[in-house]
């Protein structure tokens, strides 16, 4: 079975840091890997992927995510963050040709302080 | 449609009534999904269809629960004699074909039974 682990509930960060949000996943087998973002009142929507090849993924909003799979971890990255990227972020795995369910961690809210 | 369409968006009922949610998916969407979500979790996989065909539905937690997609676009999730625990936000998303590394999804139903 495979599992997500955000360890991180929420995360307040001022205007223009950086910021990481943690995920951790568990499995046996080989996975793909996802962040999404929900903004209020909003669906999930793709911020970047992982599927194969290089380990450094970049996604939407010059948010970026490295693959460990020594450390079987997926953690998203931000160099400066705005305003506007106040949300809830979720960690997500799927298993390749396996019916396509997705694994979602239990997200990470983070909020941005001016 | 544009994007995933679900209704209603909210549905407050009491304890012992049958609802049903609906979920118009993205025009030419292959497969479309079921989750749900509870306050503070991540959205939890219920079911998932490829066209009308239910390929997966061993996270429908009991028999109260039922999706179906007759036609291969729109989909209805039931829930029978609803109890409070089924309280929560249910999310709807669809993907263009087969496994596409994204689902896209709806603003969501929430469900509160009284």
């Known amino acids: 079975a495979q599992s997500v682990t955000q360890l991180d509930s929420q995360v307040p960060v001022f205007e223009e840091a950086p910021v990481e949000l943690r995920c951790n996943y568990s499995?046996?087998?080989?996975?793909?890997l996802f962040w999404y973002v929900q903004y209020p009142n909003q669906g999930l929507q793709l911020l970047l992927k992982?599927?194969?090849?290089?380990?450094l993924v970049k996604g939407i909003n010059g948010f970026e995510a490295e693959f460990n799979k020594s450390q079987t971890s997926f953690h998203l990255r931000k160099p400066s963050v705005h305003i506007s990227d106040t949300a809830e972020y979720f960690c997500?795995?799927?298993?390749?040709?396996?019916?396509?369910?997705?694994?979602f961690g239990t997200g990470t809210s983070l909020t941005v302080i001016p | 449609g544009a994007g995933v369409s679900q209704s209603p968006r909210y549905k407050v009922t009491k304890r012992g009534q049958d609802v049903a949610l609906r979920c118009d998916p993205i025009?030419?969407?292959?497969?479309l999904y079921w989750y749900r979500q509870a306050l503070g979790q991540g959205p939890e996989f219920l079911t998932y269809f490829n066209y009308e065909a239910q390929q997966d539905k061993s996270g429908l937690p009991n028999d109260r629960f039922s999706a179906e997609r007759p036609e291969g676009s729109i989909s209805t999730l039931t829930i029978q004699r609803t109890e409070q625990r089924d309280s929560a936000m249910y999310r709807c998303a669809s993907s263009l074909t087969g496994f596409t590394g994204e689902l896209f999804f709806g603003e969501g139903s929430r469900l509160t039974v009284l």
């Open positions: 997500a795995v799927c298993v390749p040709n396996t019916g396509n369910q997705f694994y």
């Open positions: 992982y599927l194969s090849g290089s380990t």
């Open positions: 025009s030419g969407h292959v497969s």
């Open positions: 499995s046996s087998v080989s996975v793909y």
